[in-house]
């Protein structure tokens, strides 16, 4: 695969090129590393694309999953200890559910890195909410998110997001003080 395109948001890519370069070149040779044709092996059942080969995103995801542990890069799991002081008088919370958890897909030496191939929304979570999450929690300083291109957004089951259309949600929203460093990286096949 390649790295089609690069989003600094909150100063993300001059801070990781400043804090670890070598670390993103290990990213950037992990992306090189995944070869896009092994994963072009779903068939489409949807109305728009039935019968049409398409990249399979959990085969992706896979193969990421791989070349990051190869690499010495870890998840990062941690805890929720769901508060129970918001509930209405009375209410039962019996239901609430014990053993839930956050998990970042890769850490290594304070830089997270999330693989996304599902909906905007996650995406944008991902770099919004969850980065500065691992951040106050002391699991990470910056981070790198990687995203398809529209044209290898395309070629997978719709639905999945996309590099542009992220970081037009990016720059519409702006930057927050308690935003993180984060590089995004468009991928294409």
């Not at 070869?35 to 489409?44: A, C, L, M, V």
Request: hydrophobic share 40%; glycine share 6%; with cysteine.
């Amino acid at each position: 695969m390649i790295i089609a395109g690069q989003f600094s948001f909150k100063g993300g890519k001059e801070v990781v090129n400043a804090q670890c370069p070598d670390l993103l070149a290990e990213v950037e040779a992990i992306i090189q590393r995944v070869d896009s044709s092994k994963h072009k092996r779903k068939r489409s059942k949807e109305k728009t694309m039935r019968g049409q080969l398409l990249y399979s995103p959990i085969s992706i995801n896979k193969a990421f999953k791989r070349e990051f542990l190869k690499r010495s890069w870890s998840p990062i799991r941690v805890p929720c200890d769901y508060s129970t002081a918001h509930y209405s008088e009375g209410y039962d919370n019996k239901r609430l559910r014990a053993g839930a958890f956050r998990e970042m897909d890769f850490v290594k030496r304070s830089l997270g890195v999330e693989v996304q191939f599902g909906k905007y929304a996650f995406m944008v979570y991902n770099v919004c909410a969850k980065m500065t999450i691992f951040r106050n929690l002391g699991h990470i300083r910056f981070g790198i998110e990687i995203v398809p291109v529209k044209a290898f957004a395309d070629e997978m089951s719709s639905g999945v997001s996309y590099f542009e259309q992220f970081i037009w949600d990016l720059e519409a929203r702006g930057v927050a003080d308690i935003d993180v460093p984060v590089l995004i990286l468009g991928i294409d096949a």
